[in-house]
């Protein structure tokens, strides 16, 4: 194995409040984690693995082939799942893929994965789109991000961000994707820090890399790619996405 390598791992925790045992549902045929894990697979990365703390997980990801690794269930965030399951295996890049992401645009994953292959001084990426004010706005269950020039990130809310002074500017925003990747150095890093002020009060985890001073710089995708199940409704909405 090589220091280079890519490893995609997909956080799969089985508890959750809105839609407990989500990554299992079933999904046409599927369940929820076997959609992700396929998406992942088709990737240009070199390997993925699912990180689990359920023994049932664990078993349905060992019937659809993944390799699959039990981790501890007091993890405070996806991250510190996924060093657990990676943090003796020789890589550079980590691509963090929730669980709950059946249609997450495989084309995503591939410019993250070029990102940051494309220049080493690069340690923290993310995937953002342009998405109408009017429509995630006042939505604080989606994340709102601001970038520079240069695509780094300056900020990420659950408010709308950049506020709108003027009442005719329709200026898009760019809603935040849930996938990172990370140099392994640098995940190795943020998980040792302490939770951040910020972070404590929007409820995000990358914005304790903003605040230690790690630059986190965004892919501009071209199109949403596709939904996170987070209720039984958004499962619902899926089955009619894939339409067979």
């Known amino acids: 194995m090589s220091d280079s390598k890519v490893i ?3 956080p799969a925790r089985y508890g959750s409040t809105r839609f407990p045992g989500k990554v299992l549902a079933d999904l046409k045929g599927k369940p929820v984690v076997q959609w992700t894990y396929e998406r992942a697979c088709s990737s240009i990365a070199d390997e993925v693995i ?5 023994e049932k997980v664990y078993d ?15 993890h405070p965030s996806g991250s510190d799942r996924i060093w657990e399951a990676v943090q003796n295996i020789p890589c550079d890049i980590i691509i963090n893929v929730q669980g709950d992401e059946p249609l997450i645009d495989v084309d995503v994953i591939n410019k993250l994965i070029k990102l940051l292959k494309s220049n080493k001084n690069i340690k923290m990426g993310t995937v953002v789109v342009r998405a109408p004010r009017e429509q995630i706005g006042k939505d604080i269950n989606v994340v709102k991000a601001v970038l ?15 506020c709108v002074r003027d009442a005719d500017d329709d200026s898009p925003l760019y809603k935040h994707l849930g996938i990172y990747a990370y140099r392994k150095n640098t995940l190795k890093e943020i998980i040792s820090l302490p939770q951040s002020t910020l972070e404590k009060i929007e409820k995000l985890e990358q914005l304790r ?25 958004d499962l619902k909405n899926a089955e009619k996405l894939i339409g067979i």
């Open 60 to 74: 349905v990801a060992n019937s659809f082939g993944a390799k699959c690794v039990m981790t501890s269930e007091s």
């Open 8 to 10: 995609i791992c997909i």
């Open 50 to 54: 699912i990180a689990t703390d359920n």
């Open 148 to 162: 520079a020039k240069d695509n780094s990130t300056l900020y990420f809310s659950r408010s709308e961000i950049p």
């Open 209 to 233: 890399a903003l605040e230690n001073n790690i630059k986190i710089y965004a892919v501009i995708a071209d199109h949403d790619s596709g939904i996170g199940i987070d209720t039984p409704e």
